[in-house]
């Protein structure tokens, strides 16, 4: 038997498990999350039972789950509106951050005069300019969407302007030794190299923008029908009704966590391809 007749079966099994091993992380990349939330929501269960708290502290798994149901409609009528002003408050902040970072990238001049005031906007509290804006923007739901905007702006201009700015220099030498204008290297070099740092961005503006709706909602104290589900949360506190409290929170916790998915999954569609985080995970 030659040596690598002998290695073969040493190479093959180590094949086998190494298989086995990317089989049991993808299965438990799902199921041990279900199996520790599943395990949370029965010792919440019975923690109540235990210790017989009443229902206005802190309701039952089961409890919460029917409130969600009997007030479905209310529940998810502001649902709806907290969705609209993080999603406008998301799209402005692509626009303008998008728009802002190339202005960066062709001029540093510009960059060094505007950066400053997005780091101001990015580091002063929106409980803090939330006042301003009462006094300054006489319609509500202006102003509700230009607090989510405030606050899902800076990450995605910050990472579009870095994406813009690292773009290999050796390769925008060989741009612009074959005659090619600022514009043309922008959208064929530095803009797709951009792209994953704006999708990470992206990534992390949608969460803010839902914070940033739902905070806004509580410091504006909106109620009515067409209010969101921050104003929920509080008229459920100022009943006792802690039901329809956790029903409220529970929405808000799944919208965001809805708005992660996909946008890892636009991230990883356009990604997929070509970028190496992407194919690694593939792999």
């Known amino acids: 038997m030659t040596a690598v007749e002998r290695r073969t079966p040493e190479i093959d099994q180590e094949e086998v498990r190494r298989a086995r091993r990317l089989q049991l992380e993808r299965i438990g990349r799902w199921v041990l999350p279900v199996a520790i939330m599943a395990l949370a929501i029965w010792l919440w269960d019975r923690i109540c039972v235990w210790n017989e708290i009443p229902q206005y502290i802190l309701p039952r798994p089961g409890v919460v789950v029917r409130t969600l149901y009997s007030d479905a409609g209310l529940l998810f009528g502001s649902l709806l509106v907290t969705l609209k002003i993080t999603l406008l408050g998301l799209l402005l902040a692509v626009i303008g951050g998008v728009g802002l970072s190339v202005l960066f990238a062709q001029s540093k001049w510009v960059e060094m005069s505007f950066f400053p005031f997005a780091v101001v906007l990015q580091v002063t509290p929106i409980v803090a300019i939330f006042p301003l804006i009462n006094i300054y923007v006489d319609n509500q739901t202006a102003r509700l969407l230009l607090c989510a905007w405030i606050v899902a702006f800076f990450p995605i201009l910050s990472n579009t302007t870095l994406g ?19 514009w043309q290297e922008l959208w064929h070099l530095r803009l797709p190299a951009a792209m994953p740092y704006f999708l990470g961005g992206l990534k992390i503006a949608g969460g803010l923008s839902l914070i940033g709706a739902v905070v806004a909602e509580f410091v504006a104290g909106a109620s009515g029908q067409s209010s969101g589900l921050a104003s929920r949360i509080i008229e459920a506190g100022y009943r006792l009704n802690a039901p329809r409290l956790f029903a409220a929170l529970i929405l808000i916790s799944l919208t965001g966590i809805v708005i992660f998915l996909l946008l890892s999954l636009l991230s990883h569609l356009l990604l997929r391809r070509w970028h190496e985080s992407a194919l690694e995970r593939e792999g």
């Open 164 to 182: 813009l700015n690292s773009v290999d220099r050796n390769l925008r030498d060989l741009f612009r030794l074959n005659g090619a204008t600022r």
